[in-house]
């Protein structure tokens, strides 16, 4: 894969509720701190997609736009799921998949640690059971579990999973060679930073600007930051007090604000 390119679909950056937020005084919406006149800073609930050099897709996530974004993004379908946790923001629009099985003719694999993928089964318990083609008024999902320091190798592409704090809860972020992505986190352990340390792009939540009890925020991400060293990095689960243009202008030289259908390309 040497002189290779992975590329990242951003389908979305939002936090759990997206931007704007359902209400509003005219009830179209609650924009917070964010211009309803920029369109970047519309975004619905947080997802990507990595391509990998062979053309194969891998899903992270399947929140509850995910058929708006696949559209939108001019993605038919992907050849796995790889889930981050198991909240609603991210795993809810599963349903949606079901053209992905009868663009491969195959049961999906998603890849999520036991206790994601219990609950993504006792919410989708239809989606799992063994699949054919003459079920395809369903989706047909086949699980696989990750166990948080593995190396896993997914559609051809190697990732190297860690354990995140999500206050309460945990997720999963991953390193993919040049790339890193970690959504939902708020606290990284030392084993996870040196495994980013030196990644060319790393992706990173970052709700709002003040400190969060489950997710970070700009302050902590600068700090990561000093110790990872990457060379570009991209905030993602935006919450509606993260203006997209305030962002772009004070916003240190290599870090920038994620928005719905960026488009980028990292050497593997």
């Known amino acids: 894969m040497t002189g290779s390119c992975l590329t990242v679909t951003v389908l979305g ?35 990507i997609v990595m391509t990998g050099p062979d053309g194969k897709r891998l899903l992270v996530d399947t929140g509850p736009d995910l058929r708006s974004q696949l559209i939108a993004n001019g993605i038919p379908y992907a ?20 053209p992905f099985n009868w663009a491969l003719q195959r049961p999906i694999d998603a890849f999520g640690t036991q206790k994601t993928l219990d609950e993504v089964i006792q919410r ?33 592409l190697t990732l190297n999973i860690f354990e995140q704090s999500h206050g309460r809860n945990t997720s999963l972020g991953f390193r993919c060679g040049n790339f890193a ?3 939902d986190v708020v606290e990284l352990s030392e084993d996870a930073l040196s495994l980013l340390e030196g990644v060319d792009t790393w992706m990173v939540d970052c709700l709002q600007m ?57 050497p593997v």
């Open 13 to 47: 950056c939002g936090c759990s509720g997206g931007v704007p937020l359902i209400g509003g005084p005219d009830g179209r919406g609650e924009w917070g701190d964010c211009d309803p006149k920029e369109p970047r800073n519309r975004r619905t609930r947080t997802s």
């Open 79 to 98: 050849d796995a799921i790889f889930y981050t946790h198991e909240h609603a923001d991210h795993i809810a629009g599963l349903d949606d998949v079901r």
């Open 124 to 156: 989708f318990e239809y989606a799992f059971r063994p699949w054919t083609p003459k079920d395809a008024f369903r989706p047909g999902i086949a699980p696989h579990v990750v166990i948080a320091g593995e190396t896993r190798e997914i559609v051809g």
């Open 181 to 183: 992505y970690c959504t």
């Open 210 to 266: 003040k400190p969060h009890s489950a997710h970070a925020w700009l302050d902590r991400v600068l700090e990561w930051r000093e110790r990872i060293r990457p060379r570009r990095t991209i905030l993602t689960h935006l919450g509606p007090f993260m203006d997209w243009a305030e962002m772009q202008r004070t916003l240190p030289s290599g870090v920038e604000a994620a928005f719905d259908g960026l488009v980028f390309s990292v």
